[in-house]
């Protein structure tokens, strides 16, 4: 499968969501150390993420997989700042699924950017890419997170028990499913 054109979708007149890239790096990386605190308890790469040149590892690794069509790691610009981070984790072309990941900064939360930014995923994953299913899985704890899928009209399809390896400990995840035919039903 061919490499896919680069993303750019423009949300509202303050908001888009774009292909991350190399230039990003410096920025994604000084949002994430102003709130390292703040995301390193739900999000297990940030103590991983010390340097610009580990942000900026993580972006090739990204660009490669965006190539290889198996990753859309995008940044979601508001008001021409860098706010976060969504994209697919990896797409599983075979079964037509694909997992959505995000994060927001501190300072960009309670503004539904979040909220309008897995909506367009989830819309251009199955109108675009023809997929069958988007996941979204959050730790059990982090309410802020779960509460997005839930207002989107995900069906929250169990727990994964033990899921994750966060802070030193292991931690149950939430899994929301949305199907292709239930988000067409939403007219």
């Known amino acids: 499968m061919a490499a896919p054109p680069p993303l750019h979708i423009t949300i509202d007149q303050d908001t888009e969501l774009r292909t991350i890239e190399e230039r990003d790096a410096r920025e994604i990386f000084r949002l994430v150390d102003r709130d390292r605190e703040y995301l390193r308890?739900?999000?297990p790469w940030v103590d991983y993420t010390r340097s610009v040149e580990d942000e900026l590892a993580?972006?090739?690794g990204a660009q490669a997989q965006f190539r290889d069509n198996s990753n859309y790691g995008c940044v979601i610009s508001y008001k021409k700042q860098i706010a976060g981070t969504i994209g697919y984790h990896p797409v599983n072309w075979h079964n037509r699924r694909v997992e959505i990941g995000?994060?927001?900064g501190a300072a960009f939360q309670g503004r539904g950017l979040m909220t309008r930014a897995c909506?367009?995923?989830?819309?251009y994953a199955f109108t675009a890419m023809r997929l069958n299913k988007v996941e979204i899985r959050c730790a059990t704890g982090n309410h802020r997170s779960c509460a997005i899928p839930q207002r989107l009209g995900f069906t929250h399809e169990g727990v994964i028990r033990q899921g994750e390896w966060l802070n030193n400990r292991f931690v149950d995840?939430?899994?929301f499913g949305m199907l292709a035919s239930e988000w067409q039903q939403r007219g």
């Open 102 to 104: 995000y994060w927001l």
């Open 119 to 123: 909506w367009t995923m989830t819309n």
């Open 173 to 175: 995840l939430n899994l």
């Open 41 to 43: 308890e739900w999000l």
């Open 58 to 60: 993580f972006i090739r």
